[in-house]
């Protein structure tokens, strides 16, 4: 396994500022946070303002006082302007992928992917603005027509993680706007310099002023749940702050939450194991396993187990593990120390219950890795469902292998835990598949295929304790719902 992380120029610190009401502003008190790159802590790549309470107030005084404005502003103007954000962030595409790896770790090429997907999602969003339709209906009074209209909720608050930066939150923002909603966006301390480019780039397509404004801070997202004005909050990121937030949000408001996962690969006795060890190492060592849809639990039938297991340790020994900016880099940094710590943790704890490292199982610690925040791919057997590794989201590239019986063994096992985000199942069966799709507990079901990534066209979203379910977030034909107010008219002669 490569660890080597190569010198990258280090550039000035980034200095971001709050955006409210299209002016720059450090927070009320003068406190900022830092942002060190995780493959090296040394450098020092952004600082962002501690936003107060009164910061984030002013933020959606700001989008109150817009929202009346853009919500009459004609449907094609507003996929104008959504357009013209696509533009700004696509002739930039390059610099924020380096923003990206800076700032969260991952390798160079997935940022590049990500930065240039996120131009392609507001372009969606700008055809669904002259899309929103309404329905007619029959009436048993001839003397009226009784149709309905969709009206924007009001001011938007989006709450997004540090994994995706860019790519998440244009997927809430994007329809947020082009339904008619004013936006204030709270970006992951993690990335406030990512958050910042993505707020630019509203602005500078030419949105009008307060209509997207952007505050920074670990204390931000709870002030913007708490502000009653915030008509509508949307949220990505780990299931015990989504409880938080779920239980702030009072009746009349609503709320999106796409939460943690803790999920499952399951392989019977007739995969294909080639497919099936890809499968596992695609769903469990991308992106080191900071994803909620990564996979951390491998339930594979008896008879295969053991071959199957020496596969995915092969895999995991080819991983290139350093700093995202060298291109040849397939697995980077974990975001910071506490989730270091966190896996050695998780680790330990299955040892001493009875599971076996078999590689893998301690952070990286060499001369080219000591500055920073590394845990290689690691792969644990003899796991049972007693183990944070088997019932808690692990967020690490570390998982765990149980053997099962059959498929209603590992449906069972599948479906006993509390997370229901995504789930893959590795056969050449199609009834078992088929099976497997109908009975699993999980929102997203694939077959031979990993469990990360999303479509474009589909919806997205889990059950369980891993979201809301009511509204599915992002894409599919029903994004639109959480963004808009069904209102029905009956109009008489």
């Known amino acids: 396994m490569t660890s ?21 502003r450090p927070a009320g008190d003068g406190a900022t946070l830092e942002r060190r790159n995780p493959a090296d802590a040394r450098w020092l790549v952004s600082t962002a303002p501690q936003s107060t309470a009164d910061d984030v107030a002013d933020a959606v005084t700001a989008a109150v006082e817009a929202a009346d404005a853009w919500a009459a502003t004609a ?12 533009r700004v962030l696509a002739a930039r595409a390059d610099e924020i992928a380096d923003d990206i790896v800076a700032e969260m770790g991952k390798p160079i090429s997935a940022a590049r992917m990500e930065a240039g997907r996120t131009p392609k999602n507001l372009e969606l969003y700008a055809a669904e603005a002259i899309r929103l339709t309404g329905v007619t209906y ?12 969709r009206t924007p909720v009001g001011v938007v608050g989006v709450i997004t993680p540090w994994n995706f930066p860019l790519n998440l939150a244009s997927r809430k923002i994007g329809p947020a706007l082009a339904a008619g909603n004013t936006v204030v966006f709270k970006p992951s301390p993690m990335t406030p310099r990512t958050g910042e480019r993505l707020g630019e780039a509203f602005l500078e397509a030419g949105f009008p002023t307060g209509v997207v404004n952007t505050v920074h801070g670990d204390a931000a997202g709870a002030h913007l749940v708490a502000d009653e004005r915030v008509t509508a909050v949307t949220f990505t990121g780990s299931t015990a702050v989504g409880r938080r937030i779920h239980d702030a949000i009072n009746l009349g408001r609503r709320v999106q939450l796409e939460l943690g996962g803790n999920n499952p690969v399951v392989v019977l006795a007739d995969a294909d194991l080639e497919v099936a060890a890809n499968v596992v190492a695609r769903s469990s060592f991308t992106m080191a396993g900071q994803a909620c849809t990564a996979a951390g639990r491998i339930l594979v039938a008896e008879s295969v187990h053991d071959e199957l297991l020496e596969r995915v340790v092969e895999l995991a020994g080819t991983q290139v593990v350093g700093s995202g900016h060298r291109a040849e880099v397939t697995m980077g940094p974990l975001v910071d120390e506490r989730a270091v710590v966190a896996m050695d943790s998780t680790i330990a704890a299955a040892v001493a219950a009875g599971a076996e490292v ?4 301690t952070r990286l610690s060499t001369a080219d890795t000591e500055h920073g925040w590394f845990y290689p791919p690691t792969v644990l057997r003899d796991a049972d469902p007693t183990m944070a590794l088997s019932c808690q989201e692990v967020f690490g590239p570390v998982v765990g292998f149980e053997k099962i019986a059959d498929l209603d063994a590992a449906l069972a096992r599948a479906n006993d835990n509390e997370y229901g985000l995504t789930s893959s199942v590795c056969t050449r069966d199609l009834a078992s598949a088929m099976r497997f799709a109908r009975s699993v507990e999980a929102g997203t079901v694939r077959v031979n295929r990993p469990t990360v990534g999303a479509a474009f066209n589909a919806p997205f979203g889990g059950i369980k304790a891993s979201g809301t379910g009511t509204h599915r977030e992002q894409l599919g ?3 639109m719902d959480f963004y808009t107010s069904l209102r029905t008219v009956f109009l008489g002669g």
């Open 358 to 361: 078999v590689t893998g199982g």
């Open 4 to 24: 080597r992380i190569q010198e990258v120029p280090q550039r000035p610190v980034a200095e971001v500022l709050n955006r409210i009401g299209g002016e720059r």
């Open 75 to 86: 449907p094609g103007k507003r996929a104008e302007l959504l357009e013209a954000a696509a």
């Open 138 to 149: 029959p009436s048993d009074d001839a003397g009226a027509l009784v149709y309905s209209e």
């Open 477 to 479: 034909p029903t994004v």
